[in-house]
């Protein structure tokens, strides 16, 4: 077993602070070998010893793929943490969406598998941050600005699995003065480096701009987290109390043009989902501001009509060949 890690008592306190293991758990710790999970990993050692297991996925998108994830592998062997290595295939498409897509499905089967209650990633204060100046940059709403949030529930054969973020309060400069002192050996994702990438160019330039205060960003994107559950709340009982299913139809009632549009723009799109209809890009906004007008669309196979004050969703009447 790998010596006492001489940390810095103060930030093991902040990490068993922010892990909030409850007694009897077991966590999980998604690990890539690159610098901020391997922080993670060191962390989560001298602050809850024996209580936690590391999945290290292999997405094979990259020859140095297997050895990034044999430095996982023995840095865990050296603490007598169990390890083990996912390997997933990566469909086509969007690569990193799809990868994503892949490492989560493939986390969340290992902690039922093993009984974790949590699945723990490494993301900080700084990922906060540039991920909001990022869908600032793109236009996001509300629901796209609350950027990264510290606890969600995922769903695997009636099973829930936390996934949690638990150093969000924590600085990136802080987990790689970590990683200096304690000499572990890292992997570097060369995309981190690519300036084809948004996020590379952002964080260029915040590290540019030191007038920018990065932990008022990222404060200001667990404010409009706040706002965005008390949008979807109230959308969500708007939904319960004022959308009818009519055989193959849903009727919003009540008066859905007079309902703020965030609420408008939750209620349609989870009438969508219900539809098994996924509208693209601006579609759904384009479809709300048409329905304000007293005028329906046709989106994503999906015909909107008014009747009334009331809006109708059904699905398109089939076409006929003449």
């Known amino acids: 077993m790998a010596g006492s890690i001489a940390i810095d008592p103060a930030l093991v306190a902040r990490a068993k602070d922010a892990l909030g293991l409850p007694d009897g758990e077991r966590i999980g710790l998604a690990v890539s070998g690159g610098p901020d999970s391997m922080a993670m990993l060191l962390l989560a050692h001298a602050a809850i010893p024996g209580r936690f297991e590391v999945a290290t996925v292999n997405h094979g998108l990259r020859p140095e793929a297997a050895e990034e994830c044999q430095l996982v592998v023995a840095a865990c062997r050296a603490r007598d943490v169990p390890c083990e290595v996912l390997r997933v295939t990566v469909e086509d498409g969007n690569l990193q969406a799809e990868a994503r897509h892949a490492r989560y499905g493939a986390l969340l089967f290992w902690a039922v598998r093993r009984g974790l209650g949590s699945i723990a990633t490494a993301h900080h204060m700084d990922d906060q941050a540039e991920t909001l100046l990022m869908r600032l940059n793109r ?184």
């Open 139 to 322: 236009g996001s709403g509300l629901m796209g600005l609350s950027s990264i949030r510290q606890l969600r529930l995922l769903d695997y054969a009636n099973k829930k699995v936390r996934l949690i973020r638990p150093f969000l309060a924590f600085r990136r400069s802080e987990l790689a003065g970590l990683l200096e002192q304690e000499g572990v050996a890292v992997a570097y994702d060369p995309s981190n480096r690519d300036e084809r990438f948004d996020r590379v160019r952002m964080r260029k330039a915040i590290a540019a701009a030191d007038w920018l205060d990065v932990a008022a960003i990222a404060n200001s994107a667990c404010h409009l987290g706040d706002a965005a559950d008390a949008v979807a709340w109230a959308a969500m009982r708007e939904f319960k109390e004022n959308v009818r299913k009519e055989k193959n139809a849903f009727r919003y009632t009540g008066s859905p043009r007079s309902a703020p549009r965030q609420i408008q723009l939750f209620v349609a799109a989870r009438i969508f989902g219900q539809m098994n209809a996924h509208p693209r890009g601006g579609q759904l906004d384009q479809l709300i501001a048409g329905l304000a007008r007293g005028k329906g669309g046709n989106v994503g196979g999906v015909l909107v009509t008014l009747d009334g004050e009331e809006w109708v969703f059904q699905p398109e009447p089939a076409r006929t060949s003449t």
